[in-house]
C-alpha cells in the first residue's frame, strides 16, 4: 500500500476540492468496515459530490471543519487519485463532454469529472444529451 489519501466531506458552499470519490473509481479500502461505516456515519452516499478524495501531502488543502478520514491506497490507485485531481481545462473536458454522446459507459465518472473542472451541470447536459434529472441526481441537488 501506498502512503494514505485522505477521504473527506467538503463543507456546504466551498469550492470544490480534490477529486469526488465516484470519479475515482473503486477502491480496494472501499468496502473495509471502516470506510463503509465512516460514510454510513455521516449519512452521505458514495456517489455524492461532497464526498471527495484527495492524495497524500494534500491534507493541508481539506478545509479545518471537514470530516476527514485516512485511507490507504495501491500504487496504482495513488495514480488514479492524483489524475483525477489534476485540473483540467474546461475546453478540453467539454470536448471529452461532446464525444460522449457517441458511448453509454461510465457516464457518471464523466459527469463527476466535468463537475470537479467547473463545468456546470446545465452544460454538461447540453453537451451530453444525458437528462439534467439524472446529473442533478449525482450532485445532490
Do not use: K, N
Not at 12 to 35: F, I, K, Y
Not at 70 to 90: G, K, M
Amino acid at each position: 500500500m501506498a502512503d494514505e489519501a485522505y477521504l473527506f466531506l467538503l463543507p456546504d458552499r466551498h469550492p470544490s476540492l480534490g477529486a469526488a470519490m465516484a470519479a475515482v473509481g473503486p477502491l480496494e479500502c472501499d468496502q473495509t468496515p471502516a470506510v463503509r461505516g465512516w460514510i454510513s456515519a455521516h449519512d452521505v452516499a458514495p456517489s455524492s459530490e461532497q464526498l471527495r478524495i484527495l492524495p497524500a501531502g494534500s491534507e493541508i488543502l481539506i478545509p479545518e471543519e471537514a470530516e476527514r478520514l485516512p485511507i490507504p491506497l495501491t500504487a496504482e490507485e495513488e495514480v488514479r487519485v492524483q489524475q483525477e485531481c489534476a485540473p483540467q481545462s474546461v475546453t478540453d473536458m467539454e470536448r471529452e463532454l461532446l464525444e460522449f454522446r457517441d458511448t453509454t459507459q461510465g457516464w457518471e465518472t464523466l459527469v463527476h469529472r466535468a463537475l470537479t473542472a467547473g463545468v456546470p451541470a446545465p452544460r454538461i447536459a447540453r453537451l451530453t444529451g444525458l437528462d439534467p434529472q439524472e446529473i442533478g441526481r449525482l450532485t445532490g441537488v
